[in-house]
């Protein structure tokens, strides 16, 4: 191609480009000189090379618009909507143009008189029509039509007359007289263009490019002084410089490795020079890699605009850190995935204007796009105040499409349903239109930014508006890094995250302390955490390398407002390195952010202090959930409880059992349930296991899946099947209205709603009929406030008796053994009466009764025991020993009588 | 077994028809593998690998080659069998998956073949379920059986260890 030819495209295309950005600016700044002188010099411009250039067609279309253009800067026209949608829409025509000289070095046939005549209405001050319905306006009869309109007008010469003088000129050499002289008796539209244009034609090439810049530096003397600062390079040629200066710098630095060996060498200083000079080096070359992202955006202002108009919504463009850089590559590649999420958030996120205000929003809705640096990352923040995913919608089109099933999606959180959209083929949209919505934009969006070893995060709510955050490494960047060691391991921290280098050792002022099993470093009177490298990466330490006695380091770092020590052996020096992602297989260890090859030639992991400071947000948590832990255990028996809630037995009201009961939650294929006498069984970690319905007459489906409640007591386990599990609860058992089912210890309001509260031994002994050695009557005893102690080896049953007898009115505390029994007498607690199991490991409950008969501040209290021996001998030792009352283990009904005729006494 | 180069540029080739194509034959313990000739990059011998903390068992770690960063995968616990002693010798051949460069350790590295597609069967149902996962088929050779790797098959194994 012509050189000149494609100088010009690129010049015309850069300037098109930066025209769709001013004119939508202009539009919102419609007073803005600056603005309009700018715009107007551009299309001037334009119109100038094409004319040089000869190509008719082109200038013809540029010439209307900057008719347009020039009666607005003159303020005789005002910036409307129309205007600049016309103005916009001639700029559209140029491009296409464009593209057709590009691949065939010729202009399209045809003319475009249907725009100009439009164009020229707009000039006028004139209603504008809408456009002619064929776009292109190739047909024969446009012509003549348009040469109508044009002829109408005083002075004026018919399009095709222009278009021969300006062909015949292209022909002629330096005759500049030729083209002046036939266009003289069109009167103001020629005149309107400043004196200064001579269409030089071809010959005088380097003239013409000079005349060229001579005009627009009438309108703006800084303006050349700029253009002439820049230059256009190859981007192959920029690739090959990044390359060979990362080689350079690589082999710089095992020089200065070898150097650091020879201490006192002639190479030394040279080699100083010489490190010098290539840092300086990669420092500008990176710079030639990096764009501003304002670059990637640039477009995005046209796009918002021409979608807000085409769709009737208001909205609004905001973008904040245009000037953040970064590679050009990776600015390549998240340019199309950002204006697909824009163009999403426009025509799926922001609400109509009348939908805004009727929910009391603002009319105009706001994107916002915020790029900025953030720990060797770039992040990109797109978020609308639209309305915000529907996880609703979301779920259910998920089912529907298979991608989850009813169940599982029940599981899922808010975060897990949202995630769905970054399934392939996945769209809500009820209508497809043509920006969006046919469901195949997010993946290829999450695909591409992970290809560059990126993230994409979303956040999102209902009615509020949704958040896109993009993540992506710098990678191809050489960044300073910490080179550390830990059992003979060497990795990588990036300098931009230490903030400083401890010694520890046992004699320095820095010591590592532990509390509470964590190791911790008082620094500056404050205590951080530290995190051991070795711990973290399950590192193994080589024999003879113990590190007991020896110091250690502790690299500070920071991340976020979090300050951390990380525990290492050794710390080498600083070293400029080339980042290289991970590969994918190794992508999902967060410790790592990247690996890299040292001037020795070995590979090395980098450390992301993000990853670790996580892993020791965890070891924290846990620690403080341990403590809760042990904080519940000895908290049984006080007021909320944790309860299951579920349905079963078809029956629509929510039914509770207390939790602590439920061994396991379990779902059972009904294909491998077997009967034996009639009974339903399943195998379940190697024995037989009775599965009771909840409703004796309901017939067990052959296939499927039901969910099952297991309960277990030492060795023996029973099912109840439910027909579905809702929720777990922290709620008091408030028994309120009596049972008529003996299944039933009552109902109760939990959580809100009526629910009733099953009675786990009931369907236990439908089990196994000796599990308990009783039926299921009980009565309900209103003893309020009195305190009773159980006594009783097995967790299963203080944590069935504890609720029955809460719901009874007693206030429970529930103990393991005799001696923890004794403990609290020695504690000074005191209760209306105890109850306690006989056959016990370690104190049995007669010796506890003889204990606490002799003479503790309990002597009076009444025992009552619970044996599932009941024989005479038995009950004579009971009474012997000082029990109050002997009760066979789970006499319901017999405790609770005896308990309130004890405790009532 | 040879520790040379590899051999296929000295070999005269043959036009890779839809009846005979190329492979690179490898040993693990008694088996003879084939690699598709055009997946494979380079032949190594011993290489010093830095370990990966945390990375799945079957990564044996990575190396530096000519300044790539590779990783470096045993292909010995991919198929389920044991390590060899810590001194035995090992080659690796290096592969291109999606990008990325993955050097495979094997006990040994054989010559270049050519196969005919009439002599391609699929599995005996004696093989091993592991091996089966990798692989597309086997080949008859003269004395011996071939089994073909499917390469993206046997670095998928990240999928296969989170189920």
């Known amino acids: 191609m012509d050189e000149l030819l494609s100088e010009f495209l690129t010049e015309t295309t850069e300037s098109l480009s930066a025209l769709d950005v001013e004119l939508v600016r202009l539009e919102q700044n419609p007073n803005d000189q600056g603005l309009l002188s700018n715009i107007f010099r551009l299309v001037h411009t334009i119109k100038g090379t094409c004319g040089f250039l000869g190509l008719p067609r082109l200038e013809a279309v540029a010439h209307a618009s900057e008719n347009v253009l020039g009666k607005v800067r003159d303020g005789e026209l005002e910036v409307t909507p129309t205007a600049i949608t016309l103005v916009l829409e001639s700029l559209d025509c140029i491009k296409s143009l464009l593209a057709t000289l590009e691949a ?23 209603a504008v029509p809408d456009a002619a319905p064929e776009a292109e306006p190739d047909l024969d009869d446009a012509l003549p039509l348009g040469s109508d309109v044009i002829g109408t007008r005083p002075g004026e010469v018919p399009l095709d007359e222009l278009d021969r003088i300006f062909q015949e000129t292209e022909v002629d050499s330096d005759d500049t007289a030729a083209p002046e002289a036939a266009p003289a008796p069109v009167a103001e539209p020629v005149q309107a263009q400043t004196p200064a244009q001579t269409p030089a034609p071809a010959p005088s090439k380097a003239v013409a490019v000079a005349a060229e810049a001579g005009v627009p530096a009438e309108d703006g003397p800084r303006e050349s002084a700029v253009a002439a600062q820049t230059i256009r390079v190859n981007v192959d040629l920029l690739e090959n410089l990044m390359t060979m200066v990362s080689e350079l710098v690589l082999t710089r630095n095992q020089l200065l490795q070898i150097a650091r060996r020879e201490k006192d060498s002639e190479f030394t200083v040279p080699l100083q ?81 009348d939908a805004r205000s009727a929910i009391g929003k603002a009319e105009n809705g706001r994107i916002t796009l915020n790029a900025y640096h953030e720990g060797g990352h770039i ?96 990678t191809l960047a050489i ?40 190791p911790v470093l008082r620094l500056r009177n404050r205590l951080m955490p530290l995190v051991s490298l070795e711990r973290l990466l399950n590192l193994e330490r ?83 959930a341990g403590a809760e832990e042990a904080a519940d255990h000895r908290a049984i028996g006080v007021s909320t409880v944790s309860l299951l809630l579920f349905r079963g037995g078809g029956d629509p009201t929510p039914k509770a059992v207390p939790l ?147 719901v009874a009115g007693y206030e429970v505390t529930a103990v393991e053994g005799g001696e923890q029994a004794l403990a609290l007498c020695e504690r000074g607690d005191s209760f209306d009466a105890i109850i306690s199991d006989i056959e016990m490991p370690g104190m049995n409950g007669f010796q506890l009764a003889e204990a606490v008969r002799a003479g503790t501040r309990w002597a009076d209290v009444p025992i009552v025991a619970l044996s599932s021996h009941t024989t005479s001998d038995d009950l004579e030792r009971g009474r012997l020993v000082g029990f109050t009352d002997y009760v066979a283990k789970l006499d319901r009904e017999a405790l609770l009588e005896t308990l309130a005729q004890t405790v009532g006494a | 077994m ?111 073949l050519t196969l005919n597609d009439h002599d391609f069967e699929s599995h005996p149902p004696t093989m091993s379920t592991r091996v089966r996962e990798v692989s597309n088929g086997i080949y008859r050779l003269k004395d011996a059986l071939l089994v073909v790797l499917d390469v993206p098959s046997l670095l998928d194994f990240v999928r296969v260890e989170a189920a």
Not at chain 2, 74 to 91: H, W, Y
């Open chain 1, 379 to 474: 992040l990109i923040e797109i978020s609308d105040d639209g309305r915000g995913l529907d996880s609703a919608k979301i779920k259910t089109k998920a089912i529907t499409n298979g991608l989850v099933s009813e169940l599982e999606a029940e599981a899922l959180t808010e975060q897990q349903i949202q995630q769905f959209i970054f399934r392939a083929g996945f769209s809500t949209a009820a209508v497809v239109t043509s920006v969006s919505g046919r469901g195949v934009g997010m993946d290829v969006v999450r695909t591409n930014i992970e290809k560059i070893g990126g993230t994409i995060e979303l956040q999102s709510k209902l009615g509020r508006g949704s958040k896109f955050i993009i993540k992506i490494p710098l």
């Open chain 1, 104 to 126: 065939t070095e010729a202009e399209p046939e045809g003319d475009d008189a249907d725009l100009i005549a439009r164009l020229n209405l707009l000039a006028e001050g004139n």
């Open chain 1, 660 to 806: 602590s009961l439920v061994a396991r939650l379990e779902e059972i294929d009904l294909a491998a349930v077997e009967y034996s006498e009639g009974h339903p069984l399943v195998q379940y970690r190697g024995q037989l296991m009775p599965l009771i319905p909840m409703d004796e007459n309901l017939k067990l489906k052959r296939e499927g899946r039901q969910p099952v409640l297991v309960f277990t007591d030492n060795s023996r386990s029973m099912g109840l099947i439910v027909d579905e599990i809702v929720d777990i609860v922290e709620d008091r058992i408030n028994v309120e209205v009596r049972p008529e089912s003996a299944a039933l210890m009552g109902s109760a309001v939990i959580a809100g709603k009526a629910t009733e509260v099953i009675d786990a031994g009931y369907y236990l002994t439908k089990a196994f009929g000796d599990w308990f050695d009783h039926s299921s009557d009980e009565s309900l005893a209103v003893n309020r406030g009195r305190r009773v102690l159980v006594v009783d080896d097995s967790a299963f049953f203080r944590n069935l008796l504890t609720p029955l007898l809460s």
């Open chain 1, 479 to 518: 960044v300073s890094a910490l080179i550390v060691e830990a059992c003979g391991e060497r990795f990588a921290i990036p300098q931009l995250s230490v903030i400083e280098l401890v010694r520890a050792s046992a004699d320095s002022e820095h010591r590592i302390e532990e509390v509470q099993g964590t």
């Open chain 1, 273 to 353: 020079r010489l490190s010098q000079v290539t840092s300086e080096l990669q420092e500008g070359v990176m710079k030639t890699r990096m764009q501003p992202i304002g670059n990637a955006w640039s477009k995005l202002p046209r796009i918002v605009r021409d979608l807000a108009q085409e769709l009737s919504k208001k909205i609004d463009l905001v973008m904040l850190g245009a000037d953040t850089e970064l590679d050009r590559q990776v600015l390549e590649l998240i340019k199309d995935p950002l204006t697909h999420m824009v163009r999403n958030s426009a025509d799926h996120g922001i609400e109509t204007p």
């Open chain 2, 2 to 112: 040879s520790k040379s180069t590899l051999p296929a540029t000295t070999k005269n080739r043959l036009p890779v028809t839809a009846e005979a194509r190329q492979f690179v034959s490898i040993t693990i313990g008694k088996q003879s593998f084939g690699i598709p000739v055009l997946l494979v990059h380079d032949v190594l011998g011993p290489q010093r690998i830095t370990r990966i903390p945390l990375a799945p068992k079957e990564v044996a770690g990575s190396l530096n080659l000519r300044g790539r960063i590779v990783t470096a995968i045993q292909v010995r616990r991919r198929l389920g069998l044991d390590a060899l002693p810590a001194d035995a010798e090992t080659m690796s051949v290096v592969v291109e998956h999606q990008g990325e460069l993955y050097s495979l350790i094997v006990d040994g590295v054989g010559e270049v």
């Open chain 1, 542 to 624: 080589r024999e003879g390398d113990e590190r007991s006695g020896k110091e250690t380091f502790i690299v500070v770092a920071q991340v976020g407002t979090y300050t951390f020590g990380i525990l290492v052996d050794r710390v080498f020096d600083t070293e400029e390195i080339v980042v290289k992602p991970v590969a994918p297989i190794l992508r999902h260890i967060a410790m790592f952010s990247g690996n890299t090859i040292l001037g020795d030639g070995s590979v090395i992991m980098i450390l992301d202090p993000n990853g670790i400071a996580q892993a020791t947000g965890e070891i924290a948590v846990t620690d403080a």
